[in-house]
């Protein structure tokens, strides 16, 4: 049992149901759209569930230790130096990037709208802080704001930033 995780584990459950007990008495859907308490409904119930899992998880004996066996692909041996956890060491660097990055687009937001500012945010933590310079990652930098730009302008109605020009999805 590793004690430290159960702890954890329940902390975060009782945290999740108390979170969702108070979300219950906000309406979740008002007029067939999702209401102020859909949001935290979802979340607390996540966070319920996954503090259940990782307590549960904890108290399991330890498995066999499953390692990859054959070639490691060139991302990862490129990058497996970043993975200590010395507190001067890399990892400590990608974490001060990743925040330097978000302090530079949080006032670009409003500038250049939020799609744009997201795909900048993506291609640098992408092609930059990680060194992910591949077709899916250039994929992702254009469709993922685009989708997450429709489903909460369309679907949630929720409105972003768009931008000082005011062109839509594209934020600009």
Same mark, same amino acid.
């Given at each position: 049992?590793?004690?430290?995780?159960?702890?954890?584990?329940?902390v975060v459950?009782?945290?999740? =149901?108390? *979170?969702?007990?108070?979300? +219950?008495?906000?309406?979740?859907?008002? &007029?067939?759209?999702?209401g102020p308490g859909f949001f935290p409904v979802l979340v607390s119930s996540?966070?319920?569930v996954l503090g259940a899992i990782l307590?549960?998880?904890s108290l399991q004996e330890k498995g066999v230790e499953v390692r990859a066996v054959g070639a490691v692909?060139? =991302?990862? *041996?490129?990058?497996?130096? +970043?993975?200590?956890?010395?507190?001067? &060491?890399?990892?400590?660097?990608r974490t001060a990037a990743v925040w330097c990055g978000y302090v530079v687009m949080v006032p670009l937001l409003y500038v250049l709208g939020f799609t744009l500012t997201m795909m900048?945010?993506?291609?640098?933590?992408?092609?930059?802080?990680?060194?992910?310079?591949?077709a899916a990652s250039a994929v992702a930098v254009i469709v993922v704001p685009a989708a997450v730009y429709t489903l909460f302008a369309n679907l949630l109605q929720i409105d972003l930033p768009p931008g000082i020009f005011h062109l839509g999805v594209l934020g600009i």
């Open positions: 049992m590793r004690k430290a995780d159960f702890v954890f584990g329940v459950g009782l945290v999740g =149901v108390g *979170a969702l007990i108070l979300a +219950l008495q906000m309406r979740v859907f008002a &007029g067939g759209i999702p996540g966070l319920a307590a549960w998880q692909s060139a =991302v990862e *041996a490129r990058h497996r130096h +970043l993975s200590t956890d010395d507190q001067g &060491g890399p990892s400590f660097l900048v945010m993506l291609a640098y933590l992408l092609f930059v802080v990680e060194g992910r310079r591949t």
